[in-house]
């Protein structure tokens, strides 16, 4: 059974930072992309970034560009989210999530199947 | 940027009735590459349909997708009260990915 466990949520400042992870088991955790998505409170669901099987190619909505990098370390099974310059309108609940397929090919985007129960983050003075 | 808009808002029925969920998009949508997922209470979304009419695994034959280009349709044949949800219909054929803002289905 694929499983998705995120960490690493909490209270923070506007302006600071936080690393999210997301441990998955189930699953050939290397042959698969996979992103983040969020969802702030009351509100519908926003996709963050993805990122390909073996971390090559990442990409990012433009509402955290600049500010988000994910990566992943695949001998671990465990991708991640370092958020910096957090901002209010940041604040949200985080889910990680599987993609279908390496996400290496041309026209690829990403599809989330299944979702991590999510981490939330807070972001308040 | 593709935007997708669901309709209804809020739909209220009850159980046993046929629900029909709309999404409409800005734009064709690549390959009918259209999901839907649904939401409950606490919980992550789960998917659904994917490819506009293929249903994911473990997912009952009472829930069907369909539709192309810029309108697809969620629809469940009878409802059940563990269908009381939010759903959300998503692209995944243009970058970015996008949702739609999400019909809540209500118990009548």
């Known amino acids: 059974e694929v499983q998705l466990l995120e960490s690493g949520g909490g209270l923070v400042q506007p302006g600071g930072s936080l690393r999210l992870s997301c441990a998955a088991s189930g699953f050939t955790f290397s042959s698969y992309a996979m992103s983040w998505v969020r969802q702030a409170p009351g509100k519908g669901l926003e996709w963050v970034s993805a990122?390909?099987?073996?971390?090559?190619?990442?990409s990012y909505a433009d509402s955290v560009k600049g500010r988000f990098t994910i990566s992943r370390d695949n001998s671990k099974n465990t991708l991640y989210l370092q958020m910096n310059s957090l901002r209010a309108e940041d604040t949200a609940v985080y889910y990680c999530?599987?993609?279908?397929?390496?996400?290496?090919?041309?026209?690829?985007?990403?599809?989330?199947?299944?979702w991590g129960q999510g981490t939330l983050v807070t972001v308040s003075s | 940027e593709i935007v997708l808009t669901q309709s209804p808002g809020t739909l209220s029925l009850s159980p046993g009735e046929r629900a029909t969920l709309s999404c409409r998009a800005s734009?064709?949508?690549?390959?009918?590459?259209l999901a839907w997922y649904q939401q409950k209470p606490g919980q992550a979304p789960r998917l659904l349909i994917y490819?506009?009419?293929t249903r994911a695994t473990g997912i009952p034959d009472r829930f069907s997708g369909s539709g192309s280009g810029t309108d697809f349709t969620l629809t469940i044949s009878r409802l059940e009260p563990e269908d009381f949800a939010v759903y959300y219909c998503q692209q995944y054929g243009s970058s970015p990915a996008t949702f739609g803002q999400g019909t809540k289905l209500e118990i009548k």
């Open positions: 734009q064709s949508v690549s390959s009918s590459f």
């Open positions: 490819g506009a009419s």
């Open positions: 999530a599987k993609d279908r397929s390496k996400g290496d090919t041309a026209g690829w985007y990403p599809r989330f199947d299944p």
């Open positions: 990122i390909t099987y073996s971390g090559g190619t990442t």
